[in-house]
């Protein structure tokens, strides 16, 4: 696997979480919004994750979100992830997203650099729900 260029880093907070029964299964749904310099431009994600738990402790995840600009939707994309705890207080992540821009959204600045681009991110987050992610592209 060959990584790309750091695209950027996320800082934000999980803000919420609730069990759900999916096709006789027990998930976790858990929901957050961060914020992120996209080429010098302040985005916005909010974002829904739906997490199985092994009896190892380990949490398998996929889920989707959207990126905005000016309360516009600039993006969406997918996310898969693998979900460990580190210790007490910190859990770390490490996945997969697509994102695909929106087609009413018109800036070729922020199109041009994220349609269709395929990324890796590592993400860390406390106990209270914040995290910090960096986002690399796929190549």
């Given at each position: 696997?060959?990584?790309?260029?750091?695209?950027?880093?996320?800082?934000?907070?999980?803000?919420?979480?609730?069990?759900?029964?999916?096709?006789?299964?027990?998930?976790?749904?858990?929901?957050?919004?961060?914020?992120?310099?996209?080429?010098?431009?302040?985005?916005?994600?909010?974002?829904?994750?739906?997490?199985?738990?092994?009896?190892?402790?380990?949490?398998?995840?996929?889920g989707n979100?959207?990126?905005?600009?000016?309360?516009?939707?600039?993006?969406?994309?997918?996310?898969?992830?693998?979900?460990k705890?580190?210790?007490?207080?910190?859990?770390?992540?490490?996945?997969?997203?697509?994102?695909?821009?929106?087609?009413?959204?018109?800036?070729?600045?922020?199109?041009?650099?994220?349609?269709?681009?395929?990324?890796?991110?590592?993400?860390?987050?406390?106990?209270?729900?914040?995290?910090?992610?960096?986002?690399?592209?796929?190549?």
């Amino acid at each position: 696997m060959a990584l790309g260029e750091l695209l950027y880093e996320e800082r934000g907070k999980q803000i919420s979480a609730r069990t759900i029964m999916e096709d006789k299964e027990l998930l976790t749904e858990v929901t957050g919004t961060g914020n992120m310099k996209l080429k010098d431009i302040d985005v916005t994600t909010n974002w829904t994750l739906q997490v199985t738990f092994g009896n190892n402790g380990i949490g398998y995840g996929q889920g989707n979100g959207s990126m905005y600009l000016d309360n516009k939707e600039v993006a969406s994309y997918t996310m898969s992830s693998i979900t460990k705890p580190n210790s007490p207080d910190i859990a770390s992540s490490r996945g997969i997203s697509r994102i695909r821009c929106s087609s009413s959204y018109d800036n070729p600045k922020i199109s041009s650099f994220l349609d269709g681009t395929a990324v890796v991110y590592e993400l860390e987050q406390d106990n209270d729900g914040n995290y910090t992610a960096k986002f690399w592209e796929w190549r």
